[in-house]
C-alpha cells in the first residue's frame, strides 16, 4: 500500500500514495482544487465537474476527484505525467462549468443564509463571469420538507448529492434522494418525510450552496456578524469540537469543528440545535421560596438563606451533581461538602453503579472508561455491544460503529432490539443472554477469535439494580475473550453524561458511610437528610425529596429549580471556562462565548461565595488557582485534550460485584434523544424534533 | 417533461403482487445473488406496472422496495428517473406519442394536436378510462415516422385518419393490428420495394459454386500441392 506514483503538479514533483484520488495528488503538490461534490468524508461522486485539471498529452481536461492515481498508466518513455491546475485549457473548463452551474442558480444570494460562507459564491468570484450570457428563464424547483431542522431552497441546489451520500453512507439512513432527471432533478426525501437520524444537521454543513439550511438559524445572522469560539459539547459524554457563533449577549448557532479522534467533522442534532435552549428558561436571578413561592432576592440575601440550611449535622446533608456539571464547580462543592463534613455525596443522578466497589473503596479508572478510545473502534475486528443504543447515546460515535460495520466488522448486540443503522447478531435481551456468551456460542467464538475485540458497556445496563453485577459480568466476560492485552483493552463503558466520568475521577460518590442517589432521596423523605444541595441535578424524581430544604445551583428552570428553596443561578456551558471529561477520560476545556444571563454566575465562584457564608472559606480565589488544586489532588487532570487510552498498567478485571443477575431485559439508558438535559428541555427546536420522533417511531411512543 | 412525483399518494389504493407477478419478480430475482438482488428492481417494477393497470402507485412502489430489500427512495429515485414508469393513472390504451426531430418533420405535431382534441389534455385519462396520452422522445422507429407506441406495439406512419380510426377501433373494443398503417412491408419502401427487384435474386439462378471459402483453414496437404486461387 506504500507504493508511490510520481507526479508533476504544476511544475512540483510529487510522491503521492497509488490510493490518492488526483485531486488529492494535487493538493500534495501545494495546488488548490476547485470542488463542489467531492467530500473526504464520502463516496465520489465526480458530477459536478468543478475539479477539472490539464493533464498534460489528455484528450480532454480530467475531473481530479475522480481519477486514482494508481489508475494512470505510466507513460512510456517513463517519465512522470504532468498535470498542470493553471494551464489556461484547465481554467476554461473551470470557467464553462462554473458557467453552467450558474445558469440555474438563483443568484439571491443578498437574501440567502449561505451568504457569505458559500462554496458557489466563493469559487464564482474565481471562475465566474462578470454577468451571464443566459437569457432564458431560469429552471424552478420546489422546496421540499425535510423536518424541523433543514430549511431547503432548492432552486439553489446544484445537485452536487453530498446530501445523498451522507444520509446512505454515514448517518445510515437512506432517506434523500437524487429524484427525475436532467433540468428536472430534484433533491428530496421519500414523500417529503423529515429526517429521522441523529445526525441530519450535518447535510447543512455539507451543503455547498445555501440548498440546504439550518430552519432555526434562518434569517437570525450573517457569518460575518459572528463572534466565534471554540469550544466542547455537553450534550453527551462524547465531547465534540464545536464552535459557538455568538452575536452580542446571544448564542445564534452551534457547528462542528474537525477532532479525528472524537467526531470527525460531525456532531448530533442536539448538540447543534440546542441552542435556543440556552435563551428559554433562564435563571437569572437569585431566588429564595417563601411560602411556597420563589421570590427573586439578592446574592446576599439567597447565600445566607442557603448558608442557613446547611448549618445541620454533615450526614444530614446530602450532594447531588447533574449531567451537566464541570469538573470545577464539582471540586469545589466536593471540597465545600467535605469540609461541612457531608459524607452523602454522589455525582451518578442516574444510579449507575460505576466507581465504587462493594467495599465503598475505588474502583480502577479503566472500569468506567471508554478504554479502547473512541479512535479504537477504527482498530476493532469484533464488536458486542450491551444495554446501549449508541444512536441515542452517542450518535456521533453511532456513525464510526457503523463505519467498522461497513468494513465487515461483525457487530452483536444484547439489549434492546432497535434499529442501529447497521445490522447487528442479536444475542439476547437481558442478562441472561449475556450468560450464554460462553464458548461455542458463535458470538463469543467471534469476539475470541478477534485481534481487537471490543465490548461497549452502556448505561441501560449499568443503572439497574444489578448494575454492579452486570459489570461483573460484562467485565469478566472482557477478560475472557482476551479484550485486554498488552497493548489492546476493549472493555468500554459508554456515559451518556458529560459530568459523569469527571466526577467519578473526582470521587464524587459516597464517602464511606454516606448514600447514594437512592439513599439521599429515601432520606430526605424519613427526614435523616435535611438539606440536599443540587449541583444542576435536574433528572432525578425531585418529587421524591421530601421535606428537606433544597438548594440548587444550575442555569435552567427545569425540575431542580421547581422544587428548590434557594436557587443559586449559574452559568451554561457557552458561558464558562470549564473542564469536562469525556467517555475516554479526555480532558477537554470549554470557552466562554458569552456572558452568562443575568446575575447568574460561574458555578465554582457561587459554591466559592456559599463556602464563605457558612464559615468553611475555600482556599482559592481564582478558577486558576482551583485548577491548580484540582491537578494536584487529581492528576489525571493536568493533561488536556489525551484520552488515557491502554496504559497497559491497569488494574484488571472483573470490575464490581459479582452476584445474581436479573432476567429483566436492558433498557437504553436515552429514551427520548432530544430531551435529555435542562438545556434540551428548554429548546423549541428539540420540542419539536421529540414529538416527531415521538410520533414517528411507535417504539418511543409506547414508552 | 414536467416533475414526475406522486400527487395525493394518500389516495391510492393498497397493492399486493398477484401469482403472476410474483413468480415473474422471483424469476429476475434469481438471476442475481441474494444480497444483490436490488438489482432487479427495473424489471420488477416493470411487472407491478403491468399489474397495476399500466401505473406505479405509491404502495406498489413501496411493495417493490420490500420485496427487494431497498429503501423506498432508491426505488423511487428509479421510479422517477425513468420515464416509462408511470406514476400517475394511465388509460387502458396508453398512446406515447414520439414528438422528436424525425416524426416531427413527418407530421407528429399533428397527431399531438389530434390526440389533445380526441382523447384530452396530455397525462389526462378520458373515454371512461380507455384513453391517455403522452409526448415522448424518439422511440427508434424513425424511419416509420411518425409513430405511436400503444401499450407495448408500435403504431407506424399514421396520419390524423389512421389515428382516428385507431382510437375509433380501441373504443369499440377492436384489437388493431400494430404496425405500419400505410401500404408497406415493415419499413421497406412504400407501395412496394424500389430495390432488389430483381426475379433473379431469389430464384436461385444467380448461385454458383463455391470455389473456395474465404479465410477458411487450409487443409495442411492440399495447401502445398494445389494452393487454391481465390
Given at each position: 500500500?506504500?507504493?508511490?506514483?510520481?507526479?508533476?503538479?504544476?511544475?512540483?514533483?510529487?510522491?503521492?500514495?497509488?490510493?490518492?484520488?488526483?485531486?488529492?495528488?494535487?493538493?500534495?503538490?501545494?495546488?488548490?482544487?476547485?470542488?463542489?461534490?467531492?467530500?473526504?468524508?464520502?463516496?465520489?461522486?465526480?458530477?459536478?465537474?468543478?475539479?477539472?485539471?490539464?493533464?498534460?498529452?489528455?484528450?480532454?481536461?480530467?475531473?481530479?476527484?475522480?481519477?486514482?492515481?494508481?489508475?494512470?498508466?505510466?507513460?512510456?518513455?517513463?517519465?512522470?505525467?504532468?498535470?498542470?491546475?493553471?494551464?489556461?485549457?484547465?481554467?476554461?473548463?473551470?470557467?464553462?462549468?462554473?458557467?453552467?452551474?450558474?445558469?440555474?442558480?438563483?443568484?439571491?444570494?443578498?437574501?440567502?443564509?449561505?451568504?457569505?460562507?458559500?462554496?458557489?459564491?466563493?469559487?464564482?468570484?474565481?471562475?465566474?463571469?462578470?454577468?451571464?450570457?443566459?437569457?432564458?428563464?431560469?429552471?424552478?424547483?420546489?422546496?421540499?420538507?425535510?423536518?424541523?431542522?433543514?430549511?431547503?431552497?432548492?432552486?439553489?441546489?446544484?445537485?452536487?448529492?453530498?446530501?445523498?451520500?451522507?444520509?446512505?453512507?454515514?448517518?445510515?439512513?437512506?432517506?434523500?434522494?437524487?429524484?427525475?432527471?436532467?433540468?428536472?432533478?430534484?433533491?428530496?426525501?421519500?414523500?417529503?418525510?423529515?429526517?429521522?437520524?441523529?445526525?441530519?444537521?450535518?447535510?447543512?454543513?455539507?451543503?455547498?450552496?445555501?440548498?440546504?439550511?439550518?430552519?432555526?438559524?434562518?434569517?437570525?445572522?450573517?457569518?460575518?456578524?459572528?463572534?466565534?469560539?471554540?469550544?466542547?459539547?455537553?450534550?453527551?459524554?462524547?465531547?465534540?469540537?464545536?464552535?459557538?457563533?455568538?452575536?452580542?449577549?446571544?448564542?445564534?448557532?452551534?457547528?462542528?469543528?474537525?477532532?479525528?479522534?472524537?467526531?470527525?467533522?460531525?456532531?448530533?442534532?442536539?448538540?447543534?440545535?440546542?441552542?435556543?435552549?440556552?435563551?428559554?428558561?433562564?435563571?437569572?436571578?437569585?431566588?429564595?421560596?417563601?411560602?411556597?413561592?420563589?421570590?427573586?432576592?439578592?446574592?446576599?440575601?439567597?447565600?445566607?438563606?442557603?448558608?442557613?440550611?446547611?448549618?445541620?449535622?454533615?450526614?444530614?446533608?446530602?450532594?447531588?451533581?447533574?449531567?451537566?456539571?464541570?469538573?470545577?464547580?464539582?471540586?469545589?462543592?466536593?471540597?465545600?461538602?467535605?469540609?461541612?463534613?457531608?459524607?452523602?455525596?454522589?455525582?451518578?443522578?442516574?444510579?449507575?453503579?460505576?466507581?465504587?466497589?462493594?467495599?465503598?473503596?475505588?474502583?480502577?479508572?479503566?472500569?468506567?472508561?471508554?478504554?479502547?478510545?473512541?479512535?479504537?473502534?477504527?482498530?476493532?475486528?469484533?464488536?458486542?455491544?450491551?444495554?446501549?443504543?449508541?444512536?441515542?447515546?452517542?450518535?456521533?460515535?453511532?456513525?464510526?460503529?457503523?463505519?467498522?460495520?461497513?468494513?465487515?466488522?461483525?457487530?452483536?448486540?444484547?439489549?434492546?432490539?432497535?434499529?442501529?443503522?447497521?445490522?447487528?447478531?442479536?444475542?439476547?435481551?437481558?442478562?441472561?443472554?449475556?450468560?450464554?456468551?460462553?464458548?461455542?456460542?458463535?458470538?463469543?467464538?467471534?469476539?475470541?477469535?478477534?485481534?481487537?475485540?471490543?465490548?461497549?458497556?452502556?448505561?441501560?445496563?449499568?443503572?439497574?439494580?444489578?448494575?454492579?453485577?452486570?459489570?461483573?459480568?460484562?467485565?469478566?466476560?472482557?477478560?475472557?475473550?482476551?479484550?485486554?492485552?498488552?497493548?489492546?483493552?476493549?472493555?468500554?463503558?459508554?456515559?451518556?453524561?458529560?459530568?459523569?466520568?469527571?466526577?467519578?475521577?473526582?470521587?464524587?460518590?459516597?464517602?464511606?458511610?454516606?448514600?447514594?442517589?437512592?439513599?439521599?432521596?429515601?432520606?430526605?423523605?424519613?427526614?435523616?437528610?435535611?438539606?440536599?444541595?443540587?449541583?444542576?441535578?435536574?433528572?432525578?424524581?425531585?418529587?421524591?425529596?421530601?421535606?428537606?430544604?433544597?438548594?440548587?445551583?444550575?442555569?435552567?428552570?427545569?425540575?431542580?429549580?421547581?422544587?428548590?428553596?434557594?436557587?443559586?443561578?449559574?452559568?451554561?456551558?457557552?458561558?464558562?471556562?470549564?473542564?469536562?471529561?469525556?467517555?475516554?477520560?479526555?480532558?477537554?476545556?470549554?470557552?466562554?462565548?458569552?456572558?452568562?444571563?443575568?446575575?447568574?454566575?460561574?458555578?465554582?465562584?457561587?459554591?466559592?461565595?456559599?463556602?464563605?457564608?457558612?464559615?468553611?472559606?475555600?482556599?482559592?480565589?481564582?478558577?486558576?488557582?482551583?485548577?491548580?488544586?484540582?491537578?494536584?489532588?487529581?492528576?489525571?487532570?493536568?493533561?488536556?485534550?489525551?484520552?488515557?487510552?491502554?496504559?497497559?498498567s491497569g488494574v484488571a478485571p472483573p470490575y464490581g460485584v459479582a452476584g445474581a443477575m436479573q432476567s429483566s431485559p436492558f433498557r437504553t439508558a436515552v429514551s427520548a434523544f432530544h430531551l435529555t438535559n435542562p438545556i434540551a428541555r428548554a429548546s423549541r427546536t428539540m420540542a419539536e424534533c421529540a414529538?416527531?420522533?415521538?410520533?414517528?417511531?411507535?417504539?418511543?411512543?409506547?414508552? | 417533461?414536467?416533475?414526475?412525483?406522486?400527487?395525493?399518494?394518500?389516495?391510492?389504493?393498497?397493492?399486493?403482487?398477484?401469482?403472476?407477478?410474483?413468480?415473474?419478480?422471483?424469476?429476475?430475482?434469481?438471476?442475481?445473488?441474494?444480497?444483490?438482488?436490488?438489482?432487479?428492481?427495473?424489471?420488477?417494477?416493470?411487472?407491478?406496472?403491468?399489474?397495476?393497470?399500466?401505473?406505479?402507485?405509491?404502495?406498489?412502489?413501496?411493495?417493490?422496495?420490500?420485496?427487494?430489500?431497498?429503501?423506498?427512495?432508491?426505488?423511487?429515485?428509479?421510479?422517477?428517473?425513468?420515464?416509462?414508469?408511470?406514476?400517475?393513472?394511465?388509460?387502458?390504451?396508453?398512446?406515447?406519442?414520439?414528438?422528436?426531430?424525425?416524426?416531427?418533420?413527418?407530421?407528429?405535431?399533428?397527431?399531438?394536436?389530434?390526440?389533445?382534441?380526441?382523447?384530452?389534455?396530455?397525462?389526462?385519462?378520458?373515454?371512461?378510462?380507455?384513453?391517455?396520452?403522452?409526448?415522448?422522445?424518439?422511440?427508434?422507429?424513425?424511419?416509420?415516422?411518425?409513430?405511436?407506441?400503444?401499450?407495448?406495439?408500435?403504431?407506424?406512419?399514421?396520419?390524423?385518419?389512421?389515428?382516428?380510426?385507431?382510437?375509433?377501433?380501441?373504443?369499440?373494443?377492436?384489437?388493431?393490428?400494430?404496425?405500419?398503417?400505410?401500404?408497406?412491408?415493415?419499413?421497406?419502401?412504400?407501395?412496394?420495394?424500389?430495390?432488389?427487384?430483381?426475379?433473379?435474386?431469389?430464384?436461385?439462378?444467380?448461385?454458383?459454386?463455391?470455389?473456395?471459402?474465404?479465410?477458411?483453414?487450409?487443409?495442411?496437404?492440399?495447401?502445398?500441392?494445389?494452393?487454391?486461387?481465390?
Amino acid at each position: 500500500m506504500t507504493e508511490t506514483v510520481k507526479l508533476i503538479v504544476d511544475g512540483v514533483t510529487v510522491d503521492a500514495p497509488k490510493s490518492y484520488t488526483l485531486l488529492q495528488a494535487c493538493e500534495l503538490g501545494g495546488a488548490e482544487i476547485p470542488r463542489f461534490c467531492y467530500h473526504e468524508r464520502l463516496s465520489i461522486a465526480g458530477n459536478c465537474r468543478m475539479c477539472l485539471v490539464d493533464w498534460v498529452g489528455a484528450p480532454k481536461p480530467i475531473a481530479s476527484c475522480a481519477q486514482t492515481v494508481g489508475d494512470m498508466a505510466p507513460k512510456k518513455d517513463g517519465t512522470p505525467h504532468e498535470i498542470s491546475t493553471k494551464s489556461p485549457r484547465a481554467i476554461k473548463a473551470r470557467n464553462g462549468v462554473m458557467e453552467f452551474l450558474l445558469i440555474n442558480h438563483p443568484l439571491d444570494c443578498p437574501i440567502c443564509d449561505q451568504g457569505g460562507e458559500c462554496d458557489l459564491q466563493d469559487q464564482a468570484m474565481g471562475y465566474g463571469r462578470a454577468g451571464s450570457r443566459y437569457t432564458e428563464n431560469k429552471r424552478a424547483v420546489d422546496d421540499k420538507n425535510m423536518g424541523p431542522l433543514v430549511k431547503t431552497i432548492m432552486t439553489r441546489c446544484i445537485q452536487c448529492t453530498r446530501c445523498v451520500r451522507f444520509a446512505a453512507e454515514v448517518a445510515g439512513v437512506d432517506e434523500i434522494g437524487l429524484a427525475n432527471r436532467g433540468e428536472d432533478a430534484e433533491i428530496t426525501t421519500y414523500l417529503e418525510k423529515s429526517l429521522t437520524s441523529e445526525l441530519s444537521g450535518n447535510v447543512i454543513d455539507l451543503c455547498p450552496v445555501g440548498a440546504l439550511t439550518s430552519k432555526p438559524y434562518a434569517f437570525n445572522a450573517r457569518p460575518w456578524e459572528l463572534r466565534k469560539t471554540e469550544s466542547i459539547d455537553v450534550m453527551d459524554a462524547m465531547g465534540a469540537a464545536i464552535r459557538v457563533d455568538a452575536r452580542g449577549p446571544t448564542v445564534m448557532r452551534i457547528l462542528p469543528r474537525v477532532n479525528e479522534e472524537i467526531n470527525e467533522e460531525w456532531i448530533s442534532d442536539k448538540t447543534r440545535f440546542v441552542w435556543d435552549g440556552l435563551g428559554r428558561q433562564r435563571l437569572d436571578k437569585p431566588y429564595v421560596r417563601e411560602n411556597g413561592t420563589l421570590r427573586p432576592v439578592s446574592w446576599d440575601e439567597a447565600l445566607k438563606s442557603a448558608a442557613a440550611m446547611l448549618k445541620v449535622p454533615g450526614e444530614q446533608i446530602g450532594v447531588i451533581a447533574g449531567d451537566l456539571a464541570d469538573a470545577e464547580s464539582m471540586k469545589a462543592t466536593l471540597d465545600l461538602a467535605g469540609s461541612l463534613g457531608a459524607k452523602s455525596i454522589d455525582c451518578r443522578q442516574d444510579g449507575a453503579k460505576l466507581g465504587l466497589a462493594a467495599d465503598g473503596s475505588k474502583l480502577p479508572r479503566e472500569s468506567y472508561l471508554f478504554n479502547s478510545t473512541i479512535m479504537g473502534i477504527d482498530e476493532a475486528d469484533a464488536i458486542l455491544l450491551v444495554g446501549v443504543n449508541p444512536r441515542k447515546d452517542a450518535a456521533v460515535l453511532n456513525a464510526r460503529l457503523r463505519r467498522a460495520w461497513l468494513r465487515m466488522v461483525p457487530v452483536a448486540v444484547v439489549g434492546e432490539r432497535v434499529d442501529l443503522t447497521y445490522d447487528y447478531g442479536y444475542v439476547g435481551a437481558g442478562p441472561d443472554s449475556l450468560g450464554e456468551l460462553k464458548s461455542g456460542h458463535p458470538v463469543f467464538d467471534q469476539l475470541t477469535n478477534a485481534k481487537r475485540p471490543l465490548i461497549i458497556l452502556g448505561q441501560g445496563a449499568l443503572t439497574r439494580a444489578d448494575g454492579a453485577a452486570v459489570l461483573n459480568a460484562v467485565s469478566s466476560l472482557a477478560a475472557n475473550i482476551g479484550a485486554i492485552k498488552d497493548d489492546w483493552n476493549g472493555f468500554n463503558v459508554l456515559h451518556t453524561a458529560a459530568a459523569r466520568v469527571g466526577g467519578l475521577d473526582l470521587g464524587f460518590v459516597p464517602v464511606s458511610g454516606g448514600k447514594d442517589v437512592a439513599g439521599i432521596m429515601a432520606g430526605a423523605q424519613s427526614g435523616e437528610i435535611k438539606t440536599v444541595i443540587l449541583l444542576g441535578a435536574d433528572e432525578i424524581d425531585t418529587s421524591k425529596l421530601g421535606k428537606a430544604n433544597v438548594i440548587y445551583i444550575g442555569s435552567h428552570g427545569d425540575n431542580g429549580a421547581h422544587r428548590a428553596d434557594v436557587i443559586l443561578p449559574a452559568a451554561a456551558y457557552t458561558e464558562k471556562s470549564a473542564t469536562y471529561v469525556n467517555t475516554e477520560g479526555r480532558v477537554q476545556r470549554t470557552q466562554r462565548a458569552v456572558m452568562p444571563k443575568g446575575d447568574a454566575r460561574e458555578d465554582w465562584a457561587i459554591i466559592r461565595a456559599l463556602s464563605a457564608y457558612v464559615g468553611k472559606t475555600l482556599p482559592y480565589d481564582s478558577v486558576v488557582q482551583l485548577r491548580e488544586k484540582l491537578a494536584k489532588d487529581h492528576p489525571t487532570f493536568l493533561g488536556l485534550d489525551f484520552a488515557p487510552g491502554h496504559t497497559g498498567s491497569g488494574v484488571a478485571p472483573p470490575y464490581g460485584v459479582a452476584g445474581a443477575m436479573q432476567s429483566s431485559p436492558f433498557r437504553t439508558a436515552v429514551s427520548a434523544f432530544h430531551l435529555t438535559n435542562p438545556i434540551a428541555r428548554a429548546s423549541r427546536t428539540m420540542a419539536e424534533c421529540a414529538e416527531l420522533a415521538a410520533g414517528v417511531s411507535p417504539a418511543v411512543a409506547a414508552e | 417533461m414536467s416533475h414526475r412525483r406522486f400527487h395525493h399518494p394518500e389516495n391510492h389504493a393498497p397493492f399486493a403482487f398477484n401469482k403472476e407477478s410474483d413468480d415473474l419478480i422471483a424469476w429476475w430475482e434469481r438471476k442475481y445473488p441474494s444480497e444483490r438482488r436490488a438489482s432487479a428492481v427495473i424489471p420488477a417494477l416493470w411487472i407491478t406496472q403491468k399489474q397495476n393497470a399500466g401505473w406505479l402507485s405509491e404502495p406498489a412502489l413501496r411493495a417493490v422496495a420490500e420485496r427487494l430489500g431497498m429503501t423506498y427512495i432508491r426505488v423511487y429515485e428509479i421510479a422517477t428517473f425513468y420515464t416509462m414508469f408511470n406514476l400517475e393513472p394511465v388509460g387502458k390504451y396508453h398512446f406515447q406519442v414520439c414528438g422528436t426531430t424525425p416524426c416531427q418533420l413527418r407530421g407528429a405535431d399533428k397527431l399531438k394536436d389530434f390526440c389533445e382534441r380526441k382523447i384530452g389534455p396530455k397525462g389526462h385519462v378520458s373515454g371512461g378510462g380507455k384513453f391517455s396520452w403522452v409526448e415522448v422522445e424518439c422511440l427508434g422507429a424513425c424511419v416509420n415516422a411518425p409513430m405511436i407506441q400503444i401499450n407495448d406495439y408500435y403504431y407506424e406512419d399514421l396520419s390524423i385518419e389512421t389515428l382516428e380510426k385507431l382510437i375509433d377501433d380501441f373504443a369499440a373494443g377492436k384489437e388493431p393490428q400494430p404496425g405500419t398503417y400505410v401500404k408497406r412491408q415493415t419499413s421497406a419502401p412504400e407501395g412496394a420495394p424500389t430495390s432488389l427487384t430483381d426475379e433473379t435474386l431469389y430464384d436461385g439462378s444467380r448461385a454458383k459454386p463455391l470455389a473456395a471459402i474465404l479465410n477458411a483453414p487450409k487443409p495442411p496437404e492440399e495447401s502445398a500441392a494445389a494452393p487454391v486461387k481465390a
